[in-house]
């Protein structure tokens, strides 16, 4: 666990410096108003350009893009390391970790979609977790950006690659007929939710697991930028899992919360 969490205090000094360069703008418009409009219009269009380095710091912590732990790691032998390719040209890094083969639930897989910093390999302790404690298989899925995957992150790319990845386990002779759990932690809430409203109809999800998602990008600026909560409408990057979630009717959902999470509330 503790990877994960300093992915998510290097998230956070990242979200800070946003903080610290919205604060700048506050700063900027309380001067007088023909000179304040013009240096507001330049930050506000740098602010729109620059918002998916904020949502998606893929190289925080330092080293996020090369530097990736192996499950042999941490003691986990049975695993593949996989490249799978995508329609759009990419190519993504994915784990295939299996559990305890012939136990009760060797047939269950669990698509793990993770948070906006750090790499699949930083989640490795989660996902041995899952495989001591339940017995099933996981499939870690890097999105495109992130870690040794090829692309550069964006709401469509990163629902994209998770089609991609459930595509592929239904594709795959060994994971053809498991049941499937998929998880999603923060952002990668956002993206399984996304992927189950669209596929459940199929009759092969599970289950689907969320902590600590949010209900929008642009209702979580607020809480984690304040300066920027006039500036919501210039967030392009949505995730309006609010409006999506009611939509999935046909799969059974588990919500986790912690009160120490720094970036939802």
């Known amino acids: 666990m503790s990877s994960s969490n300093s992915a998510s205090s290097s998230s956070n000094s990242y979200l800070e410096q946003g903080v610290s360069m919205l604060s700048t703008v506050g700063a900027y418009m309380r001067l007088p108003a023909i000179a304040s409009t013009g240096i507001a219009a330049v930050l506000t269009t740098l602010l729109y350009f620059k918002q998916k380095a904020l949502i998606y710091p893929s190289h925080m912590p330092p080293n996020s893009r090369t530097e990736v732990p192996r499950p042999s790691q941490y003691g986990i032998k049975d695993f593949e ?52 404690f339940i017995g099933c298989n996981v499939f870690m899925l890097e999105y495109r950006g992130y870690g040794l995957s090829t692309g550069e992150p964006d709401e469509s790319g990163l629902f994209l690659d998770a089609q991609t990845a459930l595509d592929y386990l239904r594709a795959r002779a060994e994971t053809s007929s498991h049941k499937l759990v998929v998880y999603g932690q923060s952002l990668g809430g956002a993206v399984a939710i996304k992927l189950v409203a669209k596929n459940q109809k199929d009759g092969d999800i599970a289950g689907l697991i969320l902590e600590n998602t949010f209900l929008s990008m642009r209702k979580l600026i607020p809480s984690v930028l304040p300066p920027a909560k006039y500036l919501t409408l210039l967030c392009h990057q949505v995730w309006p899992s609010e409006s999506v979630i009611p939509n999935i009717t046909s799969v059974p959902m588990l919500f986790l919360s912690g009160l120490q999470d720094e970036i939802v509330p």
């Open 81 to 132: 390391e996989l490249v799978i390719p995508t329609n759009d040209g990419e190519k993504l890094s994915a784990f295939y970790i299996r559990g305890p083969r012939g136990g009760n639930n060797s047939n269950v897989t669990i698509l793990m979609f993770h948070g906006n910093a750090g790499n699949i390999g930083h989640r490795l302790p989660i996902a041995r977790m899952l495989i001591n």
